[in-house]
């Protein structure tokens, strides 16, 4: 089963406006990953945060990190159309990286 | 430089028959991962491999999956006797080394559909 619960579900914002997805999990995590997902490719590493770090930041992209909630989240600032894609944030447990069911971002021009 | 290739892109296969899907890593990968990702869903472990070991195959649904890599690169996903539910698209991803947190390398999938 999967692990990891990303909210919201979709979201459809303007260019330009900040979007934030969040997920939460299940297990004890070593680190959490986000993954980016164009339709019809395969998903492409955003960012990755250890189970010992609160917050990153890469270009347009921050993610925080609460242990103590089990939860995550994503902040894309000034999006763009190109930022319209499916979002996974996934946890490492063992030997697997297990996905969540995904943020559609929706970003219109 | 070249990134995860996966072959053939699309599958059509009537129910019953055998499919074998074709995976080639990242040059120098170590880990290599099968995932499997329906509609509108995430993608759902399969399998793991570091090198040519399989060292988790507990995600494969039936025993009708079966996932190899004889010299620790190219890798291969065989279904036999395909069902319905078997449509999906299948990814594979390959990691520099599984464990200290090096990201996973996806290809564009093989899109397996089951008629």
């Known amino acids: 089963s999967q692990q990891g619960e990303e909210d919201p579900q979709a979201l459809s914002i303007q260019e330009g406006e900040n979007a934030t997805m969040n997920c939460s999990y299940k297990?004890?995590?070593?680190?959490l990953q986000w993954y980016r997902q164009n339709s019809g490719r395969g998903l492409v590493h955003l960012i990755l945060?250890?189970?010992?770090?609160r917050e990153k930041h890469s270009g347009r992209l921050r993610v925080t990190l609460d242990t103590s909630k089990k939860s995550s989240s994503l902040l894309i600032t000034a999006s763009r159309a190109a930022d319209t894609a499916s979002y996974f944030c996934s946890e490492t447990s063992g030997s697997r990286l297990t996905f969540g069911e995904g943020t559609q971002l929706t970003v219109n021009p | 430089g070249a990134g995860v290739s996966q072959s053939p892109r699309y599958k059509v296969a009537k129910r019953g028959q055998d499919v074998a899907l074709r995976c080639d890593p990242i040059s120098g990968h170590v880990s290599l991962f099968w995932y499997q990702q329906a509609l509108g869903q995430g993608p759902e472990f399969l399998t793991y491999f570091q090198n040519e070991a399989q060292l988790d195959k507990s995600g494969l649904p039936s025993d009708r999956f079966f996932a190899e890599r004889p010299e620790g690169s190219v890798s291969t996903l065989k279904i036999q006797r395909t069902q319905q539910e078997d449509s999906a698209v299948y990814l594979c991803a390959s990691s520099l080394m599984w464990g200290v947190g090096s990201p996973l390398h996806f290809g564009n999938g093989t899109r397996l559909t089951v008629t």
């Open positions: 297990t004890s995590i070593n680190n």
């Open positions: 945060i250890r189970s010992n770090e």
